[in-house]
């Protein structure tokens, strides 16, 4: 089955610096990326996603970059804000499959 | 606004009780899954169902069942429940596709 490896497992960063999270996974065959952002307390919830026949997506100060070649696809977050704090995880769809596989979660501390 | 609600936020049973677990998604979505998340394991499948009556394992199956007797309805058993089952359990459904899971708030289990 799919295998999604995340890094870092915590990072702190200052209120106006960006943060990257790395996720690689281990099916050749996965077609769909999305990352969740859980708040202390609150349920995961899509922050961006991006399907396999997309190199990038943005959405303001969030992107997801995607490299097929080396299965790898990460997010990046500009011009972090001490609300963007909480629990960031990456997930991947392999083809013909019902479920996602997630990642093992980042959390992120932006410091003001 | 998709709604996936879980039927407790705080549950505390004994050890060797059976244990309901309760989740109703409003969306009428094919796909409904039950996730247990740990501190720095992530979010690991438990059970999936991709329609009425039909089931599948995840990750980590033992010591839990479910069952899906309506499409909307997707509940998990623990049949004799353990200190080590003591954890956060997410719901989560899903439409057939590439696209989004919408999550339960959660219930936070303690096995005591």
């Known amino acids: 089955g799919e295998n999604v490896e995340q890094h870092p497992s915590t990072l702190s960063v200052q209120e106006g610096d960006s943060a990257v999270i790395k996720c690689t996974y281990s099916?050749?065959?996965?077609?769909?990326f999305p990352w969740y952002k859980q708040e202390l307390g609150k349920r995961p919830q899509l922050i961006i996603d991006i399907r396999s026949n997309v190199g990038e997506k943005k959405d303001q100060r969030i992107a997801v970059t995607l490299n097929k070649t080396a299965k790898h696809f990460s997010l990046h977050i500009t011009e972090t804000q001490p609300e963007d704090s909480a629990v960031y995880f990456c997930?991947?769809?392999?083809?013909?499959?019902?479920?996602?596989?997630f990642g093992k979660g980042t959390k992120l501390s932006v410091i003001p | 606004d998709v709604k996936v609600t879980q039927s407790s936020r705080y549950l505390v049973k004994r050890t060797g009780e059976k244990v309901f677990l309760e989740c109703v998604q409003d969306?009428?979505?094919?796909?409904m899954f039950w996730y247990r998340q740990d501190p720095g394991l992530g979010l690991r499948l438990i059970y999936f169902?991709?329609?009425?009556?039909?089931?599948e394992k995840g990750d980590i199956p033992e010591g839990y069942s479910v069952s899906r007797e309506k499409k909307e309805r997707f509940s998990l058993i623990l049949e004799s429940a353990s200190t080590n089952q003591t954890s956060m359990y997410l719901c989560?459904?899903?439409?057939?596709?590439?696209?989004?899971?919408?999550f339960g708030q959660g219930t936070r289990l303690t096995v005591v």
């Open positions: 169902s991709y329609d009425v009556k039909m089931k």
């Open positions: 099916d050749s065959a996965s077609n769909y």
């Open positions: 989560a459904s899903r439409p057939t596709g590439n696209t989004e899971a919408f």
């Open positions: 997930a991947a769809n392999g083809a013909g499959s019902y479920q996602l596989t």
């Open positions: 969306m009428d979505h094919e796909n």
